[in-house]
């Protein structure tokens, strides 16, 4: 599919130029672009209030220095971002990513793209994104804590529980929240729900943690109950194994399903037993270790150099759940062949362009990113409102709420493709119903 309508082409230029090298950003808009062209058919009011032309460029950039010093004594030097993208229905909200590939066009991207998957959970959130080029593998915690404090100190003076609240992403997770919620709390000296994805004896969500694995099986759960099939009996494979796919593999287990991979930077394993997921969770939550060593564990399962390696395991079902671009049109193909029947995306964008192609145009039903792990940062708001109200549901509150919200998603998404004429196309009808809820409130807010 590429751009066809000369107003969207004109604007995409425009994105190019003005962000010149940011090619991730490049992909995340194009393919929106691309979606709306029959919502621009349809509503020349868009047009006329400039509503595309100011959604695809953030409301505000944040960029600043973050020194600290390691436990030799030497001062670091990283990065920090956080773009603001959206308030049209709500406070910036999205995560933070620490990881040494992070760069403008990293955060653009996932700020883009938070836009839109914000607007899908019916929830009053608007999309931003923020991170650091800092690398907290191997890292002490002293040093992880250090880095962490000096980031908020920056960040602290641009953020607030009305404002914009950051949460966890790549290289962020419970630890890193506490050592920045700690420090906002000291600066501000107030105790207020800042960030979510907080420690339970704060005012962490439950659920939050399991949430965006959850989520994507109960998406997933939906859409391949629409076709008559399940979870229940499948063959599952899981890229990553952080946050995301731990508890994807947990849910696709209740759900009767079966995962035989799981990966991570360096490589992949298979275990045809199906992977024991208290030896993953040990070795990768309490010992912040290397996928490789399940095999220690687990003899009868292979480890296998290389991450991009894990598509070619015979599944019924694939997650990819570990970073963008991760899933290319090759393991696609591979995929098809092999009989795979469902994709859906636990991470942001980690199908490219031509991936998504084999996949639509097989009939393999593809849940994309913004809709399928939303539950993520659905659970975040939730976490915000009783942060709010100072107050907390119990587990299967929130779990059944955040599961009522996945399966609307996916209605939605599913009629919105429907009513623009490209039925059963969810990347088209997840970017649309998204885009409208912002569109409207933009609309009703006057050009600003
Ligand atoms: P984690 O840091 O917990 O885990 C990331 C996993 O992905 C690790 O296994 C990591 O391997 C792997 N990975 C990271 N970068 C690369 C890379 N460049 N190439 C290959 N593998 C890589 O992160 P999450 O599980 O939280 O996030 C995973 C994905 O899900 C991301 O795309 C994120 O944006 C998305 N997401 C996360 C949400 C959340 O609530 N946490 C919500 C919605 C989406 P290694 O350890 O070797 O780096
Ligand atoms: O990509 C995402 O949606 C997240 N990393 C979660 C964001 C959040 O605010 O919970």
Redesign the pocket.
Known sequence: MALQNAYLKGIMDDVVKRNPAELEFHQAVEEVLESLEPVIEKHPEYVEAGIVERIVEPERQILFRVPWVDDSGKVQVNRGFRMEFNSAIGPYKG?L?F?P?VYAGIIKF?GFEQIFKNSLTGLPIGGGKGGSDFDP?GKSDGEVMRFCQSFMTELARHIGPDTDVP???????GREIGFMYGQYKRIKNEFTGVLT?KGLTYGGSLVRTE??GYGLCYFTEEMLNAKGKSFKGSTVVI???????IYATQKVNDLGGKVVAL????GYIYDPAGVNLDTVKQI?EVERK??KEYIKYHPNAEYHEG?AGIWNVKCDVALP????N?LDENAAKTLVANGCIAVAE???M?STPGAIEVFLKEGVLFGP?KAA?AG??ATSALEMSQNSMRYSWTFEEVDSKLKQIMVDIYHNASAAAKDYGYEGNLVVGANIAGFKKVAEAMKAQGVI
């Open positions: 995560g990513r990881h590939s996932l593998k949460a966890g992403d790549i290289g962020v997770g994805g949430a965006t890229s990553g194994s952080g946050n995301v796919a990966s991570d930077s360096a990768k290397r996928i991450c759940s570990a970073t963008q991760e636990g991470a942001n980690p990113a792990n993520g940062v």
